[in-house]
Every structure is written in structure tokens, then in C-alpha cells.
């Protein structure tokens, strides 16, 4: 009895196809609609009957579900995560970011028909002054002191020895342009060292130091400076030129002897 029910299963499941399109509308309306209430089939059936109705059922419901799963699957496409690519910064962008500029060092100048770069231009060394001058181991300048006015001039002359001097004679020459007249002297080295005169001769106002006999000047920068009122002389608006004026200085160290001279030049 057992086999003869295993094969009519085996028969029944082999020749059921079943009908997918009903099956799913079967189940639309079962999930949309109220439940049915099935009437309870009388116990009077044989049990034969009972268990091969309900392996019967058994197969069908498996197979049913096989095929709603099956056709749920086709239907719904599986969704797909998309990853966004990072957006690149725009020039409206809140808050663009760049790259920082890597620092290109300049490329050195070259000459036609030469392989070596040129170097660049350096400022040229000051020329001296028209008050500069240089001998042995002297060397001075001549300059217009810059707290000099219309009424009142200071003449300096700055001297440097590169040895001690055992003799030194400075002397500054002022042209008289009318009513020139001095108002003392000035220097950096001990007064009592030097004989100080001021003499105008043949229209020149001289200021002379000498060097008192056994005394030393030493190696070093030194400063002489002569001062005098203007007078009435002037270029028209009352200030004195100081082109015809000028210095002179004789030394003696143990090189020997050393002469420099030179003019004033104006510093404002």
C-alpha cells in the first residue's frame, strides 16, 4: 500500500505543471483581500483518502512556492549601490583646494655664444669724492658740516693714519667772499698737542695745526674742523658756496713722509 501511494505521488508530481501566472494572481489577491474561511471537509473520508489528499497538497504548496519565489525574484531587479566620486574643487566652489606651488628657482642668465651663466650685476663700488684723497698711509676727505646755515659754515676734514705720525701739519683754506670771519676751531686729538693759528692772507682765511715737537699722533681716524660766520657773501639767496675753498695735510710717520689734499663737499 505504501509503494502504490509513493508512486501515484511520484506520477502526480512528475505530470503537474503548474500555472505561475495563477499561482501569483492567487497570491495578490490573497495578500490584498480579506481572509476566506474554507469550509472543514466532513471526516467521513477514508484515511486513504485524507493522506493522499494532504501529500497531494504537501507537493503542490512546495512546488507553488518554489515558483512565486522563483518568479518574485525576476521581477524585483536587485538594487545596486552606487559609490559618488569625489567631486573636484571649482573655482565657485565654498572652499577650493590646490596644490601648494613648488618654488622654481630662476634660471641663470646666459650670454650668446658662451656656456657659463653670466653672474648677476652688483652695484659698483663708490667712486671717492672730489674731497677724497689718498698717499702712504693717509688717507682724508674734505666735507660741509650739514648743521651749516646761511649764516654760519663748519669745514671738516676727516683724517685716518695706518701708523703713529710724529709730525702733522692740517691746514684749511677759506676764500674771503666778503665779510668771512672766523669763529674758533675744532678736533677730536688733544688741543694742548697743537699750535693752532688763523691768519687771512691775499684774500684767504687760513686755519693751520702743527704738531707740538716730541708728541705722536696715533694710528686711528682723526677729525679737524674750522667754523666761521658767512659775512654778506653769498650766490644770491644767501648761502655760501664752497667751491673755491680747501685743506691740505703734511705728515711724517716711520715710512716716511705723506701728503693728501683735497676740497668740501657739501653733504645735505
Known amino acids: 500500500m505504501n509503494e502504490e501511494i509513493a508512486r501515484r ?7 503537474h505543471r503548474p500555472d505561475r501566472a495563477r499561482m501569483l494572481a492567487r497570491v495578490q489577491r490573497g495578500m490584498a483581500g480579506p481572509a476566506v474561511r474554507h469550509r472543514a471537509r466532513p471526516f467521513a473520508r477514508s484515511g486513504t483518502r485524507v493522506a493522499l489528499a494532504g501529500l497531494a497538497a504537501t507537493g503542490i504548496l512546495t512546488t507553488g512556492g518554489l515558483a512565486v519565489a522563483a518568479i518574485v525574484a525576476k521581477s524585483s531587479p536587485s538594487a545596486t549601490v552606487t559609490t559618488p566620486a569625489p567631486s573636484s574643487p571649482t573655482a565657485g566652489s565654498p572652499h577650493p583646494t590646490s596644490a601648494r606651488p613648488t618654488p622654481v628657482a630662476p634660471a ?3 650670454t650668446p655664444g658662451s656656456a657659463r651663466p653670466t653672474p648677476p650685476a652688483t652695484s659698483p663700488s663708490p ?14 676727505a674734505g666735507s660741509v658740516d650739514p648743521r651749516s646755515n646761511v649764516y654760519w659754515t663748519q669745514s671738516d676734514v676727516a683724517l ?23 669763529t674758533g ?22 686755519y693751520r695745526w702743527v704738531l707740538k715737537p716730541g708728541l705722536t699722533v696715533p694710528a686711528g681716524s682723526h677729525e679737524f674742523a674750522a667754523q666761521f660766520n658767512n659775512g654778506t657773501g653769498g650766490n644770491g639767496t644767501g648761502v655760501r658756496g ?23 663737499v657739501p653733504t645735505r
Do not use: C, H, M
Open 160 to 182: 685716518k693714519t695706518t701708523q703713529p705720525l710724529t709730525s702733522l701739519t692740517v691746514e684749511i683754506r677759506i676764500v674771503q667772499t666778503g665779510g668771512v670771519k672766523s
Open 108 to 110: 641663470p642668465v646666459t
Open 9 to 15: 505521488l511520484s506520477e502526480a508530481a512528475e505530470a
Open 185 to 206: 676751531t675744532w678736533q677730536t686729538l688733544p688741543s694742548g698737542d697743537f699750535t693752532v693759528t688763523i691768519q687771512e692772507a691775499g684774500g684767504t682765511l687760513v
Open 127 to 140: 667712486t671717492p669724492t672730489a674731497g677724497e684723497s689718498r698717499n702712504g698711509p693717509l688717507w682724508s
Open 242 to 264: 664752497a667751491a673755491g675753498d680747501g685743506y691740505r695735510v703734511d705728515a711724517q710717520g716711520s715710512g716716511g713722509s705723506a701728503s693728501v689734499r683735497g676740497g668740501f
